[in-house]
């Protein structure tokens, strides 16, 4: 019942201190996304010239919120270091990408962290995705401490019972049931920027219905959603075909045996 029905004035003064209040905080709402844009754009476009000191308004610190640790990848020799600037090359491009390396390359762990400052991710998540839990665990502990870190900071994971994730995670290694309920709460995956699907050759129903969701996402929704196959065993011959996608290819490296009869 409102104040007329009851017989009641309504007191003008403070109805004019609400809508007074609600439009102070629309315009603070409104100049904070002012600002976000045009700190996106002096990063992004260098045709920009700036004159005076902008110091005050964009500490360097707060310029890139999203940029996570910096590492440098090539740092370690493993051989999937060598096609990482394809890699960063074709996922500018392009919305899919398909990765053949041997195991042990080191795909799993440095292409992850190479491609989680990429400008195209603008500041959203990486989800990887693994066929075992042990694996995603194993995994998120191992390129954690790549970083120096402890899971739950920068790289976490996801697993049924069980997750190590914080406000700060930009990589998540989740297991194939996680991905399928992400996808079916958020079919457009408005927060991730790149879904990768490590050990594809392992197929089953929840990777064949995700990488599905995954394309049809791209298709309607989200463009600008990239995808990553992987794996070291791949049909090299009908997959890039059936997804229209490039592949890069390492070939590994491979050291003599001698062979000694006894």
Known sequence: INSQERGIEPDLSTMGGVHLSRFFFSFLKMTSRVWSV????LRFNS?????????????????LPYLCAVF???KIDLPVTEIIPAVREKLANQNTLIVSAPPGAGKS?????ALLNEPWLMG??????????LAARTIATRIASLLEEETGETIGFRVRFDKQIGDKTKLEVVTEGILTRMLQNDNALENVGLVIFDEFHERNLHADVALALCRDAQQVLRPDLRS?????TLNLAELPQLLKAPVVESKGRQYPVDIIHT
Do not use: V, Y
């Not at 045009?38 to 754009?41: A, E, F, K, S, V």
């Not at 959203?124 to 839990?133: A, C, N, V």
């Open 38 to 41: 045009i700190g996106m754009r």
């Open 47 to 63: 045709n920009i010239k700036i004159s005076g000191n902008l110091s005050p308004c964009f500490p360097a610190q707060r310029r």
């Open 72 to 74: 440098d990848p090539f």
């Open 109 to 113: 762990t440095l292409l992850p962290l």
């Open 124 to 133: 959203k998540k990486i989800i990887m995705l693994e066929p075992r839990r």
């Open 228 to 232: 990553m196959i992987m794996s070291a």
